[in-house]
């Protein structure tokens, strides 16, 4: 077994650094008194009653949870139905062609993502709001949640469902009794992905955004540009405090769920 030696202990604490050191530096100076965030002045919480009184930024969150919502919602069922019909469906007569454009989004630069969705919906029409974004949100978003989705339908034992059907039920049911619940996690998984995606997507919400629907990256880079303020540095605090509010949340359902599953295996091997 190979020990831990000095070099990869000086990397990984270097690695950490870079990636934290930032993030604590921000925290730390959402807590200054004075309004040059560089210049530490004292203690305050000031900028954070500023910030509940924003109006600008407000209502770009509430855009922005709007969109995520909405937009990974329907790329979760989207991207489920596409993994279902790749996995099951076999061989059919433009396969290759469905699956391309199921994964291009994954290597397609989003500058090019959001132009031609911006095109799209001039020439349809479309005004720009919140309803654009979400339909180009939900176009990028739905691939990944198919990859996810598929990577579970793959591993799938497919004679559970064969037993249900042998049982009575329609394929509609067995899809809803048996096969939606076994792959729930990584459905949750995949509206989840997206639902992240969509709150930190900049450049196709650029595009496909309008005057009365500014997402919160829009609001933010724009403010960044004109110099880092205090409320910024507030803002950013908070959503470090609930990105790892969640992710604490979610190890301690995973591992909770570890336990009972060991717990039942053990009582089934018990019994």
């Known amino acids: 077994m190979r020990r831990f030696s000095w070099f990869n202990a000086t990397a990984l604490t270097f690695g950490f650094a870079f990636l934290y050191l930032p993030m604590l530096i921000l925290i730390?100076?959402?807590f200054n008194e004075s309004r040059l965030v560089?210049?530490?002045?004292?203690?305050?919480?000031?900028w954070y009653g500023e910030l509940w009184q924003n109006e600008a930024f407000l209502d770009a969150a509430w855009v922005?949870?709007?969109?995520?919502?909405?937009?990974?919602?329907?790329?979760?069922?989207?991207?489920?139905?596409?993994a279902y019909i790749m996995v099951r469906a076999g061989r059919f007569r433009g396969r290759g062609l469905f699956s391309g454009m199921i994964y291009a989004p994954l290597v397609m630069p989003e500058v090019i993502t959001g132009l031609s969705l911006l095109l799209f919906f001039i020439a349809i029409g479309l005004d720009r709001g919140v309803v654009t974004i979400v339909l180009a949100h939900t176009t990028f978003a739905m691939c990944y949640v198919s990859v996810v989705v598929t990577s579970r339908l793959v591993s799938f034992d497919?004679?559970?469902?064969e037993a249900a059907l042998d049982l009575g039920c329609t394929p509609f049911d067995a899809f809803r009794s048996v096969t939606l619940p076994i792959i729930l996690p990584a459905v949750i998984s995949g509206w989840l992905l997206a639902f992240t995606l969509s709150l930190d997507d900049l450049v196709i919400a650029?595009?496909?955004?309008?005057?009365s629907s500014t997402t919160l990256p829009i609001k933010i880079f724009s403010a960044v540009r004109l110099g880092v303020t205090p409320e910024i540095n507030a803002l950013s605090t908070i959503m470090i405090l609930l990105?790892?509010?969640g992710v604490i949340t979610a190890s301690l359902i995973s591992r909770r769920s570890a336990l009972k599953a060991r717990e039942d295996e053990r009582k089934a091997m018990g019994g």
């Open 158 to 161: 497919q004679s559970l469902e």
């Open 38 to 46: 560089t210049v530490w002045a004292g203690f305050s919480t000031k």
């Open 64 to 82: 922005t949870i709007k969109v995520a919502f909405w937009s990974s919602t329907l790329a979760t069922v989207l991207g489920t139905m596409a």
């Open 28 to 30: 730390i100076y959402s």
């Open 206 to 211: 650029s595009f496909t955004s309008g005057p």
């Open 243 to 245: 990105v790892t509010l």
